[in-house]
């Protein structure tokens, strides 16, 4: 069965700071898609990244950064310097691949509140 | 230059009156989906529409309904709305093909009230 495991419920640090969200999952295909969204207080969700299962690289977007490790089934994300316009709730969420008859479904995790503080 | 576009941003119904959702999108995308997220929880997948086919999960209530008249328009009916169904309601799309999962554009979501 997909899940998508958000461990931490909330975390508040002070502007400037670095902050890791964890995200792990669980599959049994081979071939999903890993994804990073954020809800900021006014409601809709950001799509911040999508990673592919055969793609390990960690992949940097200006103060954004993930670390994808198949080893360990986590797709952790961190921002670096934070900024109080971070803050929000961050989602991470599972796909796998759609074959025939299936679809790309998101599985969410809980979400991780991310308070940044002046 | 919004592209899924969601009305109205709040509504407020009365504890059994049926109450109709909008999504509308900009995006040509074939693929449309309806989200309930209910306060401080995960969004949790309703129903989607692969162009015209509908596909409902299993677990949805029989209480909602959706309709799509076409590729720009879906539209989420709630029967009979009960005080379990206030929640943040999100429409989103999203360009599908064969083993793409291509990432999902949402709306900014209504947020529905039962008096």
């Known amino acids: 069965a997909q899940k998508v495991t958000q461990a931490q419920t909330e975390i508040s640090v002070v502007e400037k700071e670095d902050v890791t969200l964890d995200c792990v999952y669980e599959t049994r295909d081979t071939t999903y898609y890993l994804f990073w969204y954020k809800q900021p207080p006014s409601g809709e969700l950001v799509f911040l990244i999508r990673r592919n299962s055969f793609d390990e690289q960690n992949e940097i977007s200006g103060r954004y950064s993930w670390n994808f490790q198949k080893s360990t089934s986590s797709f952790n994300f961190t921002i670096t310097a934070s900024q109080v316009v971070d803050s929000a709730v961050y989602f991470c969420a599972l796909s796998e691949a759609i074959t025939w008859g299936g679809y790309n479904k998101l599985i969410f995790g809980a979400g991780t509140r991310l308070a940044v503080h002046p | 230059d919004a592209m899924v576009i969601q009305n109205p941003r709040y509504q407020v119904t009365q504890f059994g009156k049926p109450v109709t959702l909008s999504c509308s999108q900009t995006?040509?995308?074939?693929?449309m989906y309806w989200y309930q997220q209910k306060s401080s929880q995960a969004p949790k997948l309703l129903f989607h529409?692969?162009?015209?086919?509908?596909?409902n999960e299993a677990d949805t209530p029989d209480n909602f309904q959706s309709r799509r008249p076409n590729t720009s328009f879906c539209f989420l009916d709630i029967r009979s709305p009960g005080l379990g169904d206030a929640a943040m309601y999100l429409c989103?799309?999203?360009?599908?093909?064969?083993?793409?999962?291509?990432?999902?554009?949402f709306g900014d979501g209504t947020r529905l009230s039962i008096l």
């Open positions: 989103a799309t999203s360009r599908e093909t064969l083993e793409s999962n291509q990432p999902q554009h």
């Open positions: 995006l040509n995308h074939n693929v």
């Open positions: 529409y692969y162009d015209k086919d509908f596909n």
